[in-house]
Nanobody, 123 residues
Framework: DVQLQAYGGGLVQAGGSLRLSCAAS????????IGWFRQAPGKEREGLSH?????????YADSVKGRFTISSDNANKNTVYLQMNSLKPEDTAVYYC???????????????WGQGTQVTVSS
């Protein structure tokens, strides 16, 4: 079974940092991209960043570019991280990781989802 689990959320003050982790299993990791999304109350889900497991290429949405960094664990490629720096209150949301087949799949093709982790940024 495909399984993804996001963890590492918490409460942080504005300007602080958090690192989220996504543990994935049950599929051939190199064939998939892993993406990070978030959904705040009353808002649509937003795609933030993704990484191609095969070549390490990355993408960032404008809302997080320069503040968030996605990476994979070289020793354990089934783990993907999202380092979040300079956090703002508007970053408060439930954060999810997801997987999609392909090198650079569009957001709508992410079809394997894990449970989210809450990130709360206080002002």
């Amino acid at each position: 079974d495909v399984q993804l689990q996001a963890y590492g959320g918490g409460l942080v003050q504005a300007g602080g940092s958090l690192r989220l982790s996504c543990a994935a299993s049950g599929f051939i990791f190199d064939d998939y991209a892993i993406g990070w999304f978030r959904q705040a109350p009353g808002k649509e889900r937003e795609g933030l960043s993704h990484i191609s497991s095969s070549d390490g290429s990355t993408y960032y949405a404008d809302s997080v570019k320069g503040r968030f960094t996605i990476s994979s664990d070289n020793a354990n490629k089934n783990t993907v991280y999202l380092q979040m720096n300079s956090l703002k209150p508007e970053d408060t949301a439930v954060y999810y990781c997801a997987a999609a087949y392909g090198l650079d799949p569009p957001w709508e093709l992410y079809d394997f989802w894990g449970q989210g982790t809450q990130v709360t940024v206080s002002s």
